[in-house]
């Protein structure tokens, strides 16, 4: 019996090293796809301002497709959390995810007339080189492999690249908000951008301390500052 019990054990074991070998792997191409696409977008925007000499007007035009397509292809993070593939918490995930959605299909798509600003083209390289370095760092770990800088680099271009990423969408949100008043009869819409609006200071205020505390985290079992 107890060979039984230990056989069946043994069974089990490698079945659950099985499931976890093949979520590495999913996880691990995942992450470097990712890295690959965010990369491309960052590439473009900037082939973009250099062929146009600086031109942010025209940045929106060179990058639409792929970033739309790349950043829409982000809810398979909210999918990963809540199967359990990554410890990553829900809620952070869910306002990250669906804010940069609802600029994507909610304003850039809907409001062309915003296409041109400024906040567009900072917005776009706040979000590539953040997710260029997370995708990077989350591939890479997977594979066990755990360069200090990149670590470092993980839990502090946030200081800069988050602030610059929600003041953009924040601008971008606020610029285009009289042309909702043409969107709907009833102005429904315009109000429940008005909303969205105000909840972006607790929604950043949510991210920004969690990062820091993924920092204090992380950097302080390597001793990094």
């Known amino acids: 019996m107890p060979n039984k019990t230990r056989a069946g054990s043994s069974r089990t074991r490698k ?7 093949i979520i590495d792997t999913y996880l691990f191409l995942y992450n470097g796809a990712s890295f690959v696409a965010w990369g491309c977008v960052f590439y473009m925007v900037v082939l973009s301002l250099l062929n146009s000499g600086g031109d ?4 929106h035009n060179d990058v ?25 918490p829900l809620t952070t995930t869910v306002i990250q ?7 994507v299909w909610g304003i850039l798509a809907p409001f062309p007339e915003v296409r041109s600003h400024w906040a567009l083209t ?18 890479l770990n997977i594979a066990k492999i755990q360069p200090t800088w990149l670590l470092w680099c993980r839990y502090t271009f946030f200081f800069v690249l988050y602030p610059l990423g929600a003041g953009s969408e924040s601008v971008l949100e606020y610029v285009s908000l009289p042309y909702s008043l043409e969107f709907d009869k009833y102005n429904i819409y315009y109000y429940v951008r008005i909303g969205v609006l105000l909840s972006y200071l607790p929604g950043f205020y949510t991210m920004y301390t969690h990062m820091i ?12 500052h």
Not at 97 to 103: A, F, H, I
Not at 122 to 139: C, D, P, Q
């Open 97 to 103: 995810v669906t804010s940069r959605l609802y600029l």
């Open 122 to 139: 900072t917005m776009t390289i706040a979000w590539s080189v953040t997710e260029i370095v997370r995708y990077l760092y989350y591939g």
């Open 213 to 224: 505390y993924q920092r204090k985290k992380y950097l302080s079992k390597r001793k990094i």
């Open 56 to 59: 942010f007007t025209v940045v």
């Open 15 to 21: 079945q659950q090293s099985g499931v976890k070998d």
């Open 64 to 88: 639409r497709d792929v970033l739309t397509y790349v950043q829409t292809g982000a809810i398979l993070e909210v999918i990963h959390v809540v199967l359990g593939l990554v410890k990553t």
